[in-house]
């Protein structure tokens, strides 16, 4: 099973408007941190912003937000006022407290497109 | 702010030679890890390291790859016989900790090409 599911192979989304890339995971452990990644073409990998298992709020960092629903396990990252600078992939990760190296383990992505 | 650097940003090299991809990880950090991203697919975890040895790795980091900490600033991956499968984008990240809140900082990549 896949521990993490992005569904949104692409999106568009215009210009200072608001956009929601989803993402869905799979865990039996009660303590994990799922974190949002922002690969532009030039392919780095930018930490947007993290959301832990037992925070009682949504994380927002600027202009992302994140929706976590724990009950049904997503943690969906709000992009408001889109800008064309981000346009890129966006990766969904998790890190699980079993295994000793706490590796992430990431989504298959979703390619946002922000038109003018 | 520092930050993970990596060299070279590009390799192409021909199948069954040997590659040592670099990294410099952010110098207060402990925890060090190579991920590969195959072109259009998800990042994938590869190898951890800690108190200079291996703490995990995963299927795809068999008896072709290596890593090391030479001195106390690089930590590199040695492919010891390229295959063209081998072709991916290698990422190095590191860590303060292993606290479920210790973000992973990652490097811009190192492009491998194998022809």
Redesign the interface.
């Known amino acids: 099973a896949q521990k993490i599911t992005q569904t949104q192979p692409g999106m568009f989304v215009q210009e200072k408007e608001a956009v929601t890339l989803d993402c869905t995971y799979d865990t039996s452990d009660p303590?994990?941190?799922l974190?949002w990644?922002k690969q532009p073409s030039?392919?780095?990998?930018?930490?947007l912003i993290?959301q832990?298992?037992y925070d009682q709020q949504n994380a927002t960092e600027g202009r992302y937000s994140l929706n976590f629903q724990k009950a049904r396990k997503s943690a969906n990252l709000v992009i408001s006022a889109s800008q064309l600078g981000d346009s890129a992939m966006y990766?969904c990760?998790m890190?699980e407290?079993s295994?000793?190296?706490?590796?992430?383990?990431?989504?298959?992505?979703t390619q946002l497109t922000v038109l003018p | 702010e520092p930050e993970v650097t990596q060299t070279p940003s590009h390799q192409v090299t021909q199948m069954g030679q040997e590659v040592i991809l670099r990294c410099v990880p952010i110098s207060n950090h402990l925890y060090f890890y190579w991920y590969r991203q195959i072109l259009g697919q998800k990042v994938e975890f590869l190898v951890s390291f800690y108190n200079n040895e291996i703490s995990e790795k995963s299927e795809i980091f068999d008896d072709q790859f290596s890593v090391e900490r030479p001195d106390g600033s690089n930590f590199t991956l040695k492919i010891r016989s390229t295959k063209l499968e081998d072709s991916a984008m290698y990422f190095c990240a590191s860590t303060t900790g292993q606290g479920l809140t210790d973000t992973q900082y990652f490097g811009p990549g190192t492009r491998l090409t194998v022809l």
């Not at chain 1, 030039?42 to 930490?47: N, P």
């Not at chain 1, 295994?99 to 992505?109: E, H, I, P, V």
């Open positions: 303590s994990y941190g974190f990644y030039s392919g780095e990998m930018i930490f993290y832990g298992s990766f990760a890190r407290v295994g000793s190296a706490r590796q992430l383990t990431f989504g298959s992505g």
